[in-house]
């Protein structure tokens, strides 16, 4: 029997995330495939196997899950859950053998994060965070004009990622997403300060935004807005909200100004700097995180987005938290995260 060249993929939820974005994308990967997904829907999973030619074997749902350690078609699992689930799944994955990639946020807590890496470490098994952004050439390219000063030294950056939720989604439960639009969609705004400066944050200041529909939000925010200060003194300034639309990085540097809007979303980016456009032909996103992440196991090599990454941004997603509460300034210590800018 021929051996497939491409490692096989399972989706773990199927959600809006794995229909409308993953599983396209598995049709467009060149190292790894779409080989079976887990669903505690028997209908879904009906449909994901007549739509992607799946096998019987390869359909799992949440019960016999931990039963994929005994499958070699499956050599990577890619949580795609609500966020309150993702560590069990994660873990669970690595106790069965399989290499995982989870979608962000990493988890609810810190100590959820730890628990994971923990997991995958003593597994021997590759953990990586879905940060497709890393992977997209307008987003490569900020990082570029940031960290290599080509506008001089970045003194500010302004990130907006928000988004207008009409309807009830598990995103706004708190106990299943563990906090609202900051987990969502702010999470890039923080990721976007930290591969923009190249710098880790020392200190964020935050507070939330008043709530205008307490009845959509009562167990997380309507929107936050927070600063985040480097050590050089350059400083980010960012929101989030579920109920208006932002959708930018803008960053003012010494020399010049470039900025992205859209910025976050899977395609139809655009960016200009003070000098004129950004232009790159669109790529899949999401095609192009699963195939650096199947390359690192088959080269037995480290993901550029691993689980430390997501550990750090989940404690700087705490820190904003704790100073939106407190009204304080809270300091952070990232010695541990050094080796964790992208350059």
């Known amino acids: 029997m021929e051996v497939n060249p491409k490692l096989g993929i399972a989706l773990v939820g199927l959600g809006r995330y794995s229909e409308g974005q993953l ?18 829907d028997a209908a879904k999973r009906g449909k994901w196997k007549s739509k992607y030619d799946l096998r019987d074997a390869n359909l799992y749902d949440y019960q016999n899950f931990d039963a994929i350690k005994d499958n070699p078609a499956i050599e990577i699992v890619y949580v795609v859950l609500p966020n309150a689930m993702h560590a069990e799944y994660v873990i669970r994955a690595a106790e069965a053998g399989k290499h995982v990639i989870c979608e962000k946020p990493m988890a609810t807590s810190v100590a959820d ?11 021997g098994v590759k953990l990586s965070v879905g940060y497709r952004l890393h992977f997209d050439p307008y987003n490569q390219e900020v990082m570029r004009l940031g960290q290599q000063e080509i506008f001089g030294p970045v003194t500010k950056v302004l990130a907006d990622d928000s988004m207008n939720i009409e309807k ?50 009562s167990t997380v ?44 979303e899977y395609k139809g980016l655009k960016g200009r700097t003070s000098e004129g456009p950004i232009e790159f032909p669109t ?34 997603l705490m820190a904003i938290y704790e100073s939106a509460r407190t009204g304080e300034r809270v300091e952070l210590n990232m010695d541990a995260y050094k080796t964790l800018i992208e350059v």
Request: glycine share 10%.
């Open 23 to 40: 599983g396209p994308a598995l049709k467009e990967t060149q190292h790894c495939y779409l080989a079976g997904v887990v669903s505690g």
């Open 113 to 123: 994060c730890h628990r994971m890496i923990d997991a995958c470490n003593a597994a």
């Open 168 to 217: 009830h989604e598990w995103r706004l439960e708190g106990p299943l997403a563990g906090g609202g639009p900051l987990m969502n969609n702010g999470i890039y705004c923080v990721q976007a300060a930290l591969y923009i400066t190249g710098e880790l944050p020392v200190a964020v200041r935050a507070e939330f935004f008043p709530v205008t529909n307490p009845s959509r939000f």
């Open 221 to 264: 925010e309507e929107g936050i807005g927070w600063s985040m200060e480097f050590p050089s003194g350059k400083k980010a300034l960012c929101e989030s909200s579920y109920v208006k639309d932002g959708n930018l990085i803008r960053v003012e540097a010494a020399q010049g100004w470039f900025e992205l809007e859209p910025a976050y």
């Open 283 to 316: 790529i899949n996103q999401q095609a192009a995180q699963m195939d650096d992440f199947a390359l690192c196991v088959k080269n037995n090599t480290t993901s550029k987005v691993p689980g430390e990454m997501g550990l750090r941004d989940v404690e700087i």
